[in-house]
């Protein structure tokens, strides 16, 4: 074994630095026993598919998932039971062992998904808590009397709509929830708490697991006294419900950078572990969560802008592009490493987002160039690499609670699509979601060379290979209306251009004089092409040139 491994093979040090991760959502990707719902085993099944080491499989280097904990699946896993258990739905601790162990003997890491905000109201602590007024937990969620007139303790709203607390018969108090009722808001101010949740990290960490997305960890720790949120005077009926107030004292409050360092100082006791929080605010804000100057906070903080900001979608736009890569650049400590997604669990699909015109596979591919082009840790949203859409889900299926927006979460949750069959290959039973487009799925992708499955395997290669790619620094270059074009570039090794085009009309951009060729397009034609001076951009297309 070299220096640098540990015993699993698995290399240590800064690994997530140069990583691409795969979000898995485990309901939905592979069935391994006829449920309907996809499983631990179904995930070691299709470890190949993620990364065999070969050129015919993705390529990935970690993968997350979403929560696996025992579950009264209110929110579908963000309502933990048992933080130290694996649902049966998903399989049990003997499972989550196994694909520890299959996927380091690939070298793929895994995270597990940390929800610390809140647990289910079904959770052992939840339920002494609210037995009653001096239960020795009590305080371990925030109980507040009514105001004189019945009212909650304050204006907070729930992020699912409604307000923020719920009142318990029992005990006459209201506790605080800043999700669904069924999920009670832990108190991070106690430090029972604080040992409690920072052991269910050491119990992973035990068992293998190379770390953890962090769920909306800047809302931990809120203002002391719990105060009202300021009106929002923004508010317009047609926004959900939660945008009536800002969330002044509930989110990114400044104690929370303290609990932070306190989470890293818990994965520092075992070498080579990483987080990721799931963080929301502006560039000086998710810079903050990385810990000034020392690093001493999250080794990668989400930047979400790309995807959506201020709470609605994001544009297809060069300069909004351009706007929040280079906030995020001026913003973070040195030696910070940006982390961006173009997709998850809780957004409209990519191919969906931006097809207001039918081009959405068109900007689908050019987002693998730009996801994994810009200097960043990328996670990439399985099914994202296929073209995967929104699914139309009929009203007696719908699952997900949120439905303020857009149905809910539903559409972006369906099964991944392996093959044509009845069951797409994900399963021998009836999927829990319908599924989507028959047409996209992995085998009709795999051996096109112009399908997005290739564009985006080819892209990982390159991006491997590339040590400006996947090292380099980032900077951005002056580029006509409609493209954003930065050069990527680390000490010794070629510097590459990437440049992406966001209108429907092709762009000429100018480049530095001197032999360069197109190491992949969008247009896979162009791939090859010598490039001396400038080159043009098809129309929503996107290359990478060195
Ligand atoms: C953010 C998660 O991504 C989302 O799916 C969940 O509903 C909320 N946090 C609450 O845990």
Request: charged share 25%; glycine share 10%; with cysteine.
């Amino acid at each position: 074994m070299d220096a640098g491994e540990t015993g699993s093979g698995v290399e240590i040090g800064d690994w997530w630095r140069r990583a691409v991760v795969y979000q898995i959502y485990p309901r939905s990707f592979q069935d391994s026993n006829g449920d309907g719902i996809g499983d631990l085993q179904g995930i070691i099944d299709r470890l190949d598919y993620v990364n065999d080491g070969t050129d015919r499989s993705l390529g990935v280097d970690a993968i997350w998932l979403s929560p696996t904990f025992p579950s009264p699946m209110k929110d579908f896993g963000y309502d933990v039971s048992d933080y130290c258990d694996v649902h049966p739905d998903f399989g049990d601790l003997a499972a989550m062992d196994r694909l520890i162990d299959e996927c380091h003997r690939r070298g793929i890491r895994l995270l597990l998904d940390w929800a610390p905000n809140h647990s289910s109201d079904q959770h052992p602590w939840f339920i002494e808590s609210r037995a009653s007024r001096d239960s020795p937990r009590r305080d371990w969620y925030y109980w507040r009397d009514p105001k004189p007139d019945g009212a909650p303790p304050n204006n907070w709203r729930s992020v699912f709509g409604g307000p923020a607390w719920t009142i318990d018969a029992r005990t006459g108090q209201y506790y605080l929830h800043s999700f669904l009722k069924e999920q009670p808001d832990l108190n991070w101010r106690n430090p029972e708490v604080v040992q409690a949740m920072h052991d269910v990290l050491r119990f992973w960490m035990e068992r293998g697991v190379d770390g953890f997305r962090i769920d909306v960890l800047g809302m931990i720790v809120k203002h002391p006294d719990l105060p009202d949120n300021p009106i929002n005077p923004d508010y317009e009926p047609s926004m959900p419900d939660t945008h009536k107030v800002l969330d002044h004292h509930s989110l990114n409050y400044p104690d929370v950078f303290d609990a932070v360092a306190g989470i890293r100082r818990v994965l520092d006791e075992y070498p080579g572990r990483m987080a990721v929080g799931e963080v929301f605010g502006p560039a000086d804000v998710i810079a903050r969560y990385h810990g000034g100057e020392a690093l001493d906070g999250l080794h990668l903080a989400f930047n979400f802008q790309l995807l959506v900001h201020d709470g609605v979608q994001s544009p297809w736009d060069s300069e909004f592009m351009r706007g929040v890569v280079s906030a995020l650049e001026s913003s973070l400590p040195d030696g910070a490493q940006p982390c961006y997604a173009l997709g998850n669990h809780d957004q409209p699909r990519l191919a969906s987002r931006h097809n207001h015109d039918g081009r959405g596979q068109e900007r689908s591919r050019a987002a693998a160039l730009l996801l994994l082009g810009v200097r960043s840790t990328p996670f990439l949203y399985y099914g994202e690499e296929l073209g995967m859409v929104d699914v139309d889900i009929p009203e007696d299926r719908l699952q997900d609670p949120a439905r303020f927006y857009h149905h809910g979460r539903d559409p972006e949750r369906t099964p991944m699509q392996w093959d044509a069959s009845a069951g797409r290959g994900f399963t021998e039973g009836e999927p829990w979601l319908p599924f989507g487009p028959v047409e996209i799925n992995v085998a009709a992708q795999q051996d096109d060379p112009g399908s997005l499955l290739s564009l985006y395997r080819d892209a990982l290669r390159i991006r491997r290979d590339e040590p400006s790619l996947h090292a380099g620094e980032l900077r951005d270059i002056d580029s006509p209306t409609g493209t954003f074009v930065f050069v990527r570039h680390a000490a010794g090794a070629r510097a590459i251009h990437c440049a992406i085009n966001t209108t429907v009309e092709p762009i000429d951009i100018a480049l530095p004089e001197g032999a360069m060729s197109v190491l992949l397009a969008t247009d896979r034609a162009l791939d090859g092409l010598p490039v001396t001076g400038s080159f043009t951009v098809p129309a929503l297309g996107a290359a990478w040139i060195g």
